[in-house]
């Protein structure tokens, strides 16, 4: 059970950059497609695939003592056509995914904070990503640190999933004033701290336990949150539109 747990902490660790940034994909759904229709097709079209090619890692490493898949092919086939075929899946399997999990979130950060085209911003962002090189993460000698930094990122991404969950189910009932949220000069103007201390807070918390950074940090962040959007002054133009508003 315990191992249930923290390999389902890995998982929304990695995931978690996803689901804080889904307003990033779901602006292009169409209206007539309901959150009921979009859910299911995610859980038909990407859940099943992602826990059978996960089982199949699991029984090749199983089998060959090898976690690493390029190392796997290129040892263990005997045809080199075919050991070149699937490295190159492989390689547009990695392309096919940052493309769209890690470009595009931080893209849209950049045209919006530095007004950049959208080609300009995405080759910024190639270009960092390079400097970071993430091939030295999946070293056998960066394995364990790299659980680590996936467990240490989730003790801050858990609170923020928190206190937009909060927000939008519990304080405002699911109704958004889109125009009044994008009006630089509205009563939303400036930082509500109110969001900033309670996500520190269920940081911290996280850290108590890191192993379970995510689990541990969603209630005490959406209490805290709750409370302070509640009962702190600062807070006040950010109550517009929730049940605290009056």
């Not at 630089?184 to 969001?195: H, Y």
Request: aromatic share 14%; net charge positive.
């Amino acid at each position: 059970m315990g191992n249930a747990f923290l390999g389902s902490d890995y998982f929304l660790g990695i995931y978690s950059t996803m689901i804080i940034n889904a307003s990033d994909y779901s602006r292009n759904v169409k209206e007539k497609i309901g959150p009921v229709f979009t859910g299911s097709i995610y859980t038909v079209a990407i859940l099943p695939v992602t826990l059978f090619m996960g089982l199949i890692g699991l029984l090749v490493t199983a089998a060959t003592g090898n976690s690493d898949p390029v190392v796997v092919f290129s040892t263990t086939m005997g045809s080199k056509f075919l050991t070149v075929v699937t490295l190159l899946f492989i390689a547009f399997a990695q392309v096919t995914t940052n493309v769209l999990n890690n470009i595009v979130p931080p893209s849209y950060v950049l045209m919006e904070s530095f007004h950049m085209k959208w080609s300009h911003a995405t080759i910024v962002v190639g270009i960092l990503s390079a400097c970071c090189m993430p091939w030295k993460l999946v070293t056998d000698q960066s394995a364990a640190g790299l659980n680590l930094f996936t467990q240490f990122y989730s003790a801050f991404l858990g609170p923020i999933f928190a206190v937009m969950a909060v927000d939008y189910y519990i304080l405002r009932k699911k109704k958004l004033d889109i125009n009044n949220m994008y009006n630089k000069q509205g009563v939303f103007k400036g930082v509500n701290w109110a969001a900033i201390i309670a996500i520190i807070v269920g940081s911290l918390c996280s850290l108590i336990i890191v192993q379970l950074s995510w689990y541990v940090s969603l209630i005490p962040t959406g209490l805290v949150y709750y409370f302070l959007m509640k009962t702190m002054k600062s807070a006040k133009p950010f109550r517009t539109g929730t049940i605290f508003d009056t």
